[in-house]
């Protein structure tokens, strides 16, 4: 069965650090995979997608997630992380029938 | 822009009582889901509609059921709500599509609480 792991549950940066949220999924066929962000009090919105193509993909609000097929991982990474990035993100494999499988999510906290 | 509005932000019901939870969305997306959202599970599927009086069970239907008779409004409803039915429930849509396929736009959710 197709499944999502994201390994941490809370992650702490300070202000300006760099950052990389880990994700490993289980699924047959060629992976669709996304990160989703959810700030307090809101639904989810998409900050970047792989399909095929070019391993690295960049995303909205200056991140970027890399596909590593040879280790089932797409982490997100952003290089200097900002107040305003505090939230919960989530990692998704898209499966048949436009279905999306969500891991169970990474709280990131921003100290300043 | 698109938009997913849920009708009821918070909502706090009784054991036993009928829930109904709403949401429209104005983009003429084909496709519907509902998910259950709970600390450390992630987003879990409970039903989702290709289209107008169609509808699929997800990975966590029992307990739940939903309506479809138009095709920018997706019901859920709580036949009898029960206190493990207590969570945030979020509303999504896109459009059908390989390319197109997860970029799922969602509402701000409804938090139930069943007492």
């Known amino acids: 069965a197709q499944s999502v792991t994201q390994p941490d549950i809370h992650i702490t940066v300070s202000e300006g650090a760099s950052l990389e949220l880990r994700c490993n999924y289980s699924y047959g066929a060629t992976p669709y995979l996304f990160w989703y962000v959810q700030s307090p009090g809101q639904g989810l919105q998409l900050l970047l997608k792989?399909?095929?193509?070019?391993?690295l993909v960049q995303g909205i609000k200056g991140f970027e997630a890399e596909f590593k097929r040879s280790q089932s991982s797409f982490n997100l990474r952003k290089p200097s992380v900002h107040w305003s990035d505090a939230a919960e993100y989530f990692c998704a494999v898209g499966v048949t029938g436009n279905k999306l499988v969500f891991g169970a999510g990474t709280i990131l906290r921003v100290k300043s | 822009d698109v938009k997913v509005t849920q009708s009821s932000r918070y909502l706090v019901k009784r054991t036993g009582e009928k829930v109904f939870l709403e949401c429209v969305q104005d983009m003429d997306h084909e496709n519907m889901f509902w998910y259950r959202q709970d600390p450390g599970l992630g987003l879990r599927l409970i039903y989702f509609?290709?289209?107008?009086?169609?509808?699929e069970k997800g990975d966590i239907p029992e307990g739940y059921s939903v309506s479809r008779e138009k095709k920018e409004r997706f019901s859920l409803i709580l036949e009898s709500a029960s206190t493990n039915q207590t969570s945030m429930y979020l509303c999504?849509?896109?459009?059908?599509?390989?390319?197109?396929?997860?970029?799922?736009?969602f509402g701000e959710g409804s938090r139930l609480t069943v007492l």
């Open positions: 509609s290709y289209d107008v009086k169609m509808k």
């Open positions: 792989y399909f095929s193509g070019d391993t």
């Open positions: 999504a849509s896109n459009k059908p599509g390989l390319l197109l396929a997860g970029e799922l736009f």
